[in-house]
T-cell receptor, first 113, second 113 residues
Framework: NAGVTQTPKFQVLKTGQSMTLQCAQD?????MSWYRQDPGMGLRLIHY???????DQGEVPNGYNVSRSTTEDFPLRLLSAAPSQTSVYFC????????????FGPGTRLTVL | GNSVTQMEGPVTLSEEAFLTINCTYT??????LFWYVQYPGEGLQLLLK?????DKGSNKGFEATYRKETTSFHLEKGSVQVSDSAVYFC????????????FGKGTKLTVNP
């Protein structure tokens, strides 16, 4: 049981490049989400999904796209990277039942030059 | 809107000292409250939670009590260890479950031997 996995661990992009951050979970969780962590800001919700085929925006969705074609995977796409997207990105999942715990991945550190 | 305010860090303590990290919240309805911990280079892990007023969450010697009258959820530990050095995040869930977490900015704790 690997829990929540994220790839890559580190990435450097140039402004305007695109990339996809991968997230997968093997706990059969319905709920998955993406957060970004910036110094002095805590974690902020980017997008979330309550099940396959269903996604919605969080607090800071601009510049990011998501899709949920399977229960296991929830990729985050940056279509045209900007320096303001330099951050650490965390994926999380939970069963979505009541007060169940959210499980976090190890994070992806992204730098946009 | 919903928000979490936690004490500014960093906090530096000697081993076996008493720890308090203050957390207050603003929310409509009856949120669930959480403390997450992030060890260096890792993702977030749930430390403890409380789902209704006067509930006490506890884990690994840490405790926090959900105080609706003061809208607080302060984290305490009677005797900290070097291994407790980490960043601690207070969070609330707007929907009563663990989905769509709203985080405080985090408090970095360093415990010296």
């Amino acid at each position: 049981n690997a829990g929540v996995t994220q790839t890559p661990k580190f990435q450097v992009l140039k402004t305007g490049q695109s990339m996809t951050l991968q997230c997968a979970q093997d706990m059969n969780h319905e709920y998955m989400s993406w957060y970004r962590q910036d110094p002095g800001m805590g974690l902020r919700l980017i997008h979330y999904s309550v099940g396959a085929g269903i996604t919605d925006q969080g607090e800071v969705p601009n510049g990011y796209n998501v899709s949920r074609s399977t229960t296991e995977d929830f990729p985050l796409r940056l279509l045209s990277a900007a320096p303001s997207q330099t951050s650490v990105y965390f994926c999380a999942s939970s069963s979505g039942q009541g007060t169940d715990t959210q499980y976090f991945g190890p994070g992806t550190r992204l730098t946009v030059l | 809107g919903n928000s979490v305010t936690q004490m500014e860090g960093p906090v530096t303590l000697s081993e076996e000292a008493f720890l308090t990290i203050n957390c207050t919240y603003t929310a409509t309805g009856y949120p669930s409250l959480f403390w997450y911990v992030q060890y260096p280079g890792e993702g977030l892990q749930l430390l403890l939670k409380a789902t209704k007023a006067d509930d006490k969450g506890s884990n690994k010697g840490f405790e926090a009590t959900y105080r609706k009258e003061t809208t607080s959820f302060h984290l305490e530990k009677g005797s900290v260890q070097v291994s407790d050095s980490a960043v601690y995040f207070c969070a609330l869930s707007k929907q009563g479950g663990s989905e769509k977490l709203v985080f405080g900015k985090g408090t970095k704790l360093t415990v010296n031997p």
